[in-house]
């Protein structure tokens, strides 16, 4: 059994934004009342059937994140992209690797590592053993159209287009995660064929946004991989929990912030 549980499901800059006329957040089109609607930054935990958790990205919220949901250890990370919004809390690694007992490791593409490098070059100096006074990682470089084993959990890496730069979605059986995409070509969309449960990005349910999809993307992508089950995560001010619950179509459904499900392995 694998467990996932979708640590955030906001978009970069989070649901609520900062700002509102009585400066406790820009609420957009959403429900202030609707606990689902308060989200923090993309990210999610893979267990893996042993116990051991790949954390996917380290957002700005991360340590409220993982003690929201009772997440008491890391065992290695993974990185779809260099954004802010997926790699601000990133020093948290300095505790996950006091819990750890060793330096991270730490997936990336050459892109995103150097991205992580530039803005956190103290984390890639040696541990020469002793406390962790500063994050240490243990960098593995990865690329799309990868297949690789993490923790014993076979990951197949999905290349796709965010825009500007490209991202790396994530299978590992049935399940898919593909967060901060806005174009998936043939062989992305070939290797997202036969899901039981796709996570999907769908910041927005206006027009086409030049980095996410829409959610008129999400549901062509849905309606033609067919998923058993389809989550959509990243989203904004506009994709009001409620009225999204109300109106997608059966099989798909906005996630929320400590959302969890299980599915069988292998
Ligand atoms: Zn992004």
Same mark, same amino acid.
């Given at each position: ?8 499901? $906001?978009?970069?800059? $989070?649901?609520? !934004? ?56 890391? @065992? ?8 802010? *919004?997926?790699?601000?809390?990133? *020093? ?24 992580? %490098? ?37 990951? !197949? ?25 806005? %174009? ?16 999907? @990005? ?21 309606? %033609? ?14 994709? @009001? ?15 929320? @912030? ?9």
């Amino acid at each position: 059994m694998i467990k996932i549980v979708l640590l955030g499901t $906001g978009g970069s800059a $989070g649901t609520p !934004q900062i700002g509102g006329a009585d400066g406790f957040g820009d609420w957009g089109e959403l429900d202030p009342a609707e606990p689902k609607n308060r989200r923090t930054r993309a990210s999610i935990v893979i267990e893996a059937p042993d116990g051991r958790r790949l954390l996917v990205d380290t957002g700005p919220e991360t340590r409220l994140q993982l003690t929201a949901c009772g997440i008491p250890r890391i @065992d290695a990370i993974i990185y779809t992209h260099g954004h802010a *919004d997926h790699i601000a809390g990133f *020093d948290e690694i300095r505790i996950l690797n006091r819990l750890l007992g060793t330096p991270m490791p730490v997936y990336a593409t050459e892109k995103t590592m150097d991205d992580l %490098r530039q803005r956190f070059d103290y984390a890639f100096k040696p541990w020469t053993g002793g406390g962790f006074f500063r994050p240490a990682i243990e960098p593995h470089l990865v690329a799309a159209g990868e297949s690789l084993d993490i923790l014993g959990l076979p990951i !197949q890496l999905i290349g796709q287009d965010h825009g500007y730069i490209p991202s790396l979605g994530l299978r590992i059986g049935g399940f898919a995660y593909c967060t901060d995409v806005v %174009r998936l070509d043939d062989a992305a969309l070939a290797a997202l064929e036969k899901l039981d449960t796709l996570v999907i @990005d769908c910041f927005t349910n206006g027009p086409p946004h030049p980095t996410h999809a829409n959610l008129k993307q999400a549901l062509a992508w849905v309606e %033609r991989l067919k998923p058993k089950r389809t989550i959509l995560t990243h989203m904004g001010l506009n994709m @009001d929990y409620a009225k999204l619950s109300a109106s997608l179509p059966a099989g798909v459904e906005p996630g929320f @912030d400590g959302q969890v499900f299980c599915f069988d392995f292998p």
